[in-house]
């Protein structure tokens, strides 16, 4: 973890682009010339329900309507899970590429600025199991809610946790994630979450059943509004 937060001061204050960490970064950025052509972008306007494209007239797309609706507020994401950005989030969840975190949450910031909805009272990361923590030495939802905090003026909340090693979700089909993440989660400290608006962060939305089962718990403890921010919308 300490090795995480050096990784982190050290790009957050470097003038090179924080995504190639090579070329100068362009004028009021901190991405390159060549990085800003290769980031795919979300088309407006978008999906309140997930973050990602409407396809239709109405104010849902079609995946959130056969789903029947999503259990949380709202959602804001920023890329679409293609291309470049696929790759961007593969390094920063599994390979420690951690220096990618002020990147993805001063982006989620300013979709949340521009699509968000509310005020938020706190930022949770979606957790990790202890055991998987423990074995990649950070938890990627944590580092974009810690950067995001810092961006939107909000205090983190470690309230929620793993109550169970669960299976990969990356690894599964639809069926068989939501079943995945029955039970998964526990959360603590409601005295501090009853009434308040929780904005969920994670790094994908695909299905939506990981941050699904974490909204459900935090109505558990009476949480008035749960917010979801991801970095990418698969
Ligand atoms: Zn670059
Ligand atoms: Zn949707």
Request: proline residues 5%.
């Amino acid at each position: 973890m300490r090795a995480a937060v050096r990784l982190l001061t050290r790009f957050a204050l470097s003038d090179v682009c924080s995504v190639c960490l090579a070329a100068a970064p362009v004028a009021d950025s901190d991405v390159c010339a060549r990085c800003v052509s290769r980031l795919p972008a979300l088309p407006t306007p978008r999906c309140g329900c997930c973050g990602g494209p409407l396809d239709g007239v109405l104010n849902a797309c079609g995946e959130c309507l056969r789903a029947g609706g999503r259990p949380w507020e709202h959602a804001v994401s920023v890329f679409p899970l293609t291309g470049v950005v696929r790759e961007l989030v593969h390094r920063f969840k599994y390979q420690g590429h951690t220096y990618l975190a002020p990147f993805f949450a001063a982006r989620m910031a300013e979709s949340w600025h521009r699509h968000g909805c509310g005020a938020p009272d706190l930022v949770v990361p979606v957790p990790l199991h202890w055991f998987r923590h423990m074995c990649r030495g950070y938890n990627h939802a944590e580092l974009l809610a810690g950067c995001l905090c810092r961006h939107l003026g909000l205090d983190l909340g470690r309230h929620v946790r793993r109550r169970r090693w669960t299976a990969q979700q990356a690894l599964l089909d639809f069926t068989a994630r939501q079943g995945n993440m029955k039970d998964a989660f526990a959360v603590r400290g409601n005295d501090r979450l009853s009434g308040r608006h929780v904005l969920l962060v994670d790094d994908v939305l695909t299905t939506g059943a990981t941050l699904a089962a974490v909204t459900q718990q935090l109505r558990e403890a009476q949480v008035a509004t749960v917010s979801v921010i991801t970095a990418a919308r698969g």
